[in-house]
């Protein structure tokens, strides 16, 4: 929505030429025959947008972006000079800085701005809840504020400080699922002392969206040679929005509840010998106050494991 920036700081600009008192013959005055009109604010729809969003633990960390047209309602062109600004986002500044547009806007004419936002999100539950509900549908409220100076007719003009726009955020992207990938280098078997073995299975996770997450999982099962030897939970697992981590699932199987399939593969991997392995199960993206996403499919992962 538009807003008037507030009253300028103008005085009547009369230039006299030669005062009268002074100089009997002067009989030239000039005189402004309109009022000079403060620049007005308009968000772009669809360009004004959550950017980032990760939360406490996997980035904390918000990004913003507010498109705006500003539109010339003076008869004459101006040239915008400086706009100082504070982004206020659900009552709560995050975000400050002054731009140099150096833009010529035509009489009646508009230009596009825009103020990329990066901030960090403090911890307050109040706007960590505003953010999060954004992504469920949740309108998050936000204020452009400023002061903006301007030039015409080898005049400068400069505004109170006070609102350019307002309107609500929503997100653009989606929650992503997680790409994996098994690690065949650092995926192993052995024994942490005599009868206690361990089957690791190293894991790449990426995430390819714009919304960090944590990672988590309910038993997900581990088979070597097709015989079932062992579940585990996943602990929570930050990850960032574009990011890339390695995490490996330690197994431990019981080899006193291993029936003779099971245990004669588990045998093979500890004495060297390649081992076909598959994991299976459910994995669940959290993201703080939205809600948990589970991963299409969860987890599907094969390949060989061996003691080296």
């Known amino acids: 929505m538009s807003r008037f920036l507030g009253a300028f700081a103008l005085g009547v600009l009369t230039v006299a030429f030669l005062a009268a ?3 009997p013959r002067a009989d030239l005055r000039a005189e402004p025959t309109e009022a000079t009109r403060p620049l007005t604010f308009e968000a772009v729809p669809g360009l004004t947008r959550i950017v980032r ?21 003076n008869t004459f062109g101006v040239h915008l000079e400086r706009l100082s600004y504070r ?4 009552d709560r500044a995050v975000a400050d800085g002054r731009i140099r547009p150096d833009r010529f806007v035509e009489a009646g004419g508009m230009i596009p701005l825009r103020f990329p936002v990066e901030a960090e999100l403090p911890p307050t539950r109040p706007l960590l809840t505003a ?5 469920t549908g949740e309108p998050l409220p936000y204020r452009l504020e400023g002061r903006v100076r301007f030039g015409a007719a080898g005049y400068a003009f400069e505004s109170r400080y006070g609102l350019l726009v307002e309107g609500s955020l929503l ?6 699922p997680p790409r994996l990938r098994v690690d ?17 299975v190293a894991i790449r996770v990426r995430n390819p969206g714009e919304i960090g997450y944590f990672l988590s999982g309910k038993d997900v099962a581990l088979a070597l040679a097709g015989h079932p030897v062992a579940t585990l939970d996943v602990e929570p697992l930050p990850m960032p929005a574009g990011s890339e981590r390695p995490f490996a699932l330690l ?8 029936e003779g399939g099971a245990r004669r593969a588990l045998d093979a991997a500890l004495r060297g010998i390649p081992t076909a392995f598959e994991v ?12 948990s996403f589970p991963v299409p499919g969860g987890i599907q992962a094969n390949g060989f494991v061996y003691a080296e």
Do not use: K, W
């Not at 065949?184 to 690791?200: C, L």
């Not at 299976?280 to 939205?290: F, S, W």
């Open 87 to 90: 982004v206020v986002v659900n």
């Open 251 to 258: 197994f431990y199987p019981d080899p006193d509840q291993l």
């Open 131 to 135: 953010v999060a509900g954004a992504f």
């Open 280 to 291: 299976r199960g459910g994995l669940a993206m959290d993201v703080l106050g939205v809600a």
């Open 21 to 23: 008192s002074c100089a």
């Open 53 to 73: 969003f990760d939360p406490p633990g996997a980035g904390e960390r918000l990004e913003l972006e507010l498109a705006v047209q500003v539109h010339n309602p």
């Open 184 to 200: 065949g280098d650092a995926s192993r078997a052995f024994e942490v002392r005599p009868g206690v073995p361990v089957i690791q």
């Open 171 to 176: 997100p653009t992207e989606t929650v992503e």
